[in-house]
């Protein structure tokens, strides 16, 4: 709720128009920081008969103990000495009275890096949320499986997540997730140029199970070709700023969106699979991310059904790939029942080898990689599983 901090009671149906019902007038400065101490407020506005002092102190106290909490000026006339002694004190905008639109604007702008700050405290990484890429440069390789069963068990930890499913033509996330899209990335094209929080937001579906986002590739394979690839870019700046993760799933080549998505992923995840042809084009497409700069560090390699009986061997691949397998998910037949079923297989079956080597991947090669503090690794009580934060 917003508090507007102003001693005339007309001011709340003054500005009641850029300030939205859900607004608290107070007109005492004490009760000001009373209702900051007891409530969740994002944002306070202060009217124009507020000393500027007084404004600038609660500014500067805020700054320290509430860093997310937007201060908002209202001022009779703006000149720069008052704008130069607000914005030190921690003051993120002075609009002067009477400018209805430049304070709704103020306020849609403060709102938002509010929604950023406090998105941010979950990741519990410093900075922004992080870009996870899923890719291999073969289909069928357990891309989806993947994806889904981490931004799954990411989401249950209470982390804010955001699955994104690139694969434009025959993306199949929503469908193994059992959900039902309203809208889906084709949607963000007309948003292109100026997408912001509230436009992710109303092309996203909630996985209610885990409390995942994601966001669905097209219905309509045509429209692939109608999402263009700074999209995909502009997607990914924006939803790293309201996520702590964000998982991308790919389709089977390095498509430009692809290309986008690794360069702005903090972690790709390669997918290789015990075939040689696979484990071939994966070193290709190893080879074009090099070319194209990709940073090694920020590389994962994950041998899926590792245990299938083959001729191969997971030694084989490495040398192969030249490259370290950092994790492996065995084979088991829970994987297409539980998409058969539109169920995430870490929250369905816990217990099976799977799941237990999914979020065993998802603790060290995420959670840990990107600093937050994760107890016992995968092996612990599965019954905090579902908690959240
Ligand atoms: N570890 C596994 N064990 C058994 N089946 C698996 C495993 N991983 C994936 N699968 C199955 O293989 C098929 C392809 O997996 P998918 O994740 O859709 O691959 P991709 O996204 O790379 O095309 C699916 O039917 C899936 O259920
Ligand atoms: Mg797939």
């Known amino acids: 709720m917003t508090i507007l901090w102003d001693l005339d009671p007309r001011a709340s149906h003054a500005y009641g128009f850029a300030l939205g019902p859900d607004t608290v007038q107070i007109f005492a400065a004490g009760q000001v920081g009373k209702a900051l101490q007891e409530g969740n407020h994002p944002l306070v506005v202060i009217g124009p008969d507020i000393a500027l002092e007084a404004a600038c102190s609660l500014a500067e106290l805020e700054r320290i103990d509430r860093p997310e909490l937007g201060v908002i000026l209202l001022r009779h006339r703006v000149d720069v000495t008052t704008l130069a002694q607000a914005l030190r004190s921690g003051v993120r905008e002075v609009v002067q009275v009477g400018d209805q639109t430049a304070l709704s604007d103020a306020i849609k702008r403060s709102l938002e890096l509010t929604a950023q700050l406090s998105g941010h405290s979950h990741s519990g990484g410093s900075g922004e949320g992080k870009v996870i890429t899923v890719f291999s440069a073969k289909g069928g390789v357990g ?53 912001d929080e509230q436009g992710v937001h109303s092309v996203v579906t909630r996985h209610e199970d885990s409390g995942l986002d994601l966001i669905a590739a097209p219905s309509d394979p045509g429209v692939a070709d109608r999402v263009p690839a700074a999209v995909v870019e502009e997607l990914l700046r924006v939803a790293r700023g309201m996520y702590a993760y964000v998982i991308v799933d790919t389709p089977p080549n390095l498509t430009e969106h692809v290309l986008t998505a690794c360069d702005l992923s903090d972690l790709t995840m390669l997918v290789a699979t015990l075939d040689i042809p696979a484990v071939k ?12 700069g990709a940073s090694n560090d920020g590389r994962v390699i994950v041998l899926n059904r590792s245990d299938a009986k083959v001729g191969l061997k ?16 065995p084979s088991s037949q829970s994987v297409p029942s539980s998409v058969n079923r539109g169920v995430a297989l870490v929250l369905d079956e816990p217990r099976s080898p799977v799941s237990v080597a999914i979020r065993d991947i998802a603790d060290r090669e995420i959670r840990m990689r990107f600093g937050e503090q994760v107890e016992n690794g995968a092996k612990r009580g599965l019954g905090l599983l579902r908690s959240k934060k």
């Open 281 to 292: 084009n994966l070193r290709v497409a190893m080879n074009t991310l090099d070319t194209l």
């Open 314 to 329: 997971a030694d084989d691949v490495e040398v192969a790939l030249k490259y370290e397998i950092r994790a492996q998910v």
């Open 143 to 195: 891309k989806t499986t993947l994806a889904t069963n981490l931004a799954t068990y990411l989401a249950s930890t209470g982390a804010q997540t955001l699955l994104i499913d690139l694969d434009l033509m025959f993306g199949d996330v929503a469908i193994s997730l059992q959900a039902v899209p309203a809208h889906d990335i084709g949607d963000l094209v007309s948003m292109r140029g100026h997408l």
